[in-house]
């Protein structure tokens, strides 16, 4: 299946039903969350998706993605024993967002980050070989991994037995939009989505370059940002609470910049 953006369910706690249910009735059909209580709220995501495919949506039209999250990045709501090795934690936490997101599977299933810096080590060499488990049960469609370095990327494309076919990344203007990492991506035929793309890169949005492009266009800021992501080869996310935004963010898929656009999107950040 295909699309072209992906709704991102962070932060939105108590509204999260709401807003992913207005996201769905938009016509989202990608979906992020994470089993990871401080940030995410799993469960709402879940109910959500529950309640509209009951009106008569066939769940293989929609890409749902969660993500393990190590105990560092989780509060005292820990989704699985604190105290488990890192293969039964992440067995733990696949059967706890399963059961969350009423289904049997996911699409994706992310790492959320590696635990070592700036190799990897013994606990991502383990937490991989336990996500690799996951998508031989069946239970996730793709694995991969989010906030990776270039460093990382390759290594675990060269070890591992089952190789990462997604990564989530911030985007900062600043590194050529993650410029190495989506290089690594491209020739290896993995999915890059790129969040963070407007709040990481407010600047981008103030060269009179770049606001006469909207002009041209007839578009917002924010949808040259998200038509340019995608045309260097992102699927961008959004994590947007407005349900005019929510449109907006959706339509820029019909905007095309041309290569003098691109280029200079893609260099400004790096002539400053
Ligand atoms: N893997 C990770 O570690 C990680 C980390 C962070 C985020 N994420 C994922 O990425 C998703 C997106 O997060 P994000 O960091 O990119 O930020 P975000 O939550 O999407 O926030 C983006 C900001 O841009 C605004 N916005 C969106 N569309 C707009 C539009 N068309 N015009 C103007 N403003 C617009 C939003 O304001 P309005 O609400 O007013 O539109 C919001 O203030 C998260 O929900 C999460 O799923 C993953």
Not at 33 to 47: I, R
Not at 170 to 181: E, L, N
Request: glycine share 6%.
């Amino acid at each position: 299946m295909s699309f072209s953006m992906i709704y991102g369910t962070a932060w939105k706690k108590e509204r999260t039903q709401f807003l992913v249910t207005l996201a769905l009735e938009k016509g989202f059909v990608a979906i992020d969350t994470a089993n990871q209580p401080k940030h995410y709220t799993e469960p709402l995501v879940g109910e959500s998706l529950a309640q509209f495919l009951k009106k008569g949506h066939s769940r293989d039209k929609f890409f749902i993605q969660t993500k393990f999250t190590s105990v560092d990045g989780q509060d005292h709501r820990t989704p699985y024993d604190r105290n488990a090795t890192i293969s039964v934690q992440v067995e733990q936490s696949i059967e706890s967002s399963l059961k969350q997101l009423h289904s049997d599977y996911v699409d994706s299933y992310l790492l959320h980050g590696p635990y070592n810096h700036p190799r990897l080590g013994d606990e991502d060499w383990e937490v991989w070989t336990a996500l690799e488990r996951v998508y031989r049960s069946g239970k996730a469609k793709k694995i991969g991994v989010s906030n990776v370095t270039p460093f990382q990327l390759t290594e675990l494309l060269e070890r591992a037995t089952v190789k990462p076919t997604v990564v989530q990344n911030r985007c900062f203007a600043q590194t050529g939009w993650d410029f190495h990492v989506r290089k690594i991506c491209q020739s290896n035929g993995i999915m890059y989505q790129g969040f963070s793309l407007l709040t990481a890169n407010p600047f981008v949005m103030e060269f009179p370059e770049v606001i006469e492009m909207a002009k041209q266009h007839n578009a917002t800021l924010a949808q040259i940002v998200f038509s340019f992501s995608r045309q260097i080869g992102m699927i961008p996310l959004t994590g947007t609470t407005d349900p005019e935004h929510m449109d907006e963010d959706l339509k820029s898929v019909h905007i095309t910049l041309n290569s003098s656009e691109l280029e200079f999107i893609l260099h400004c950040a790096l002539e400053q």
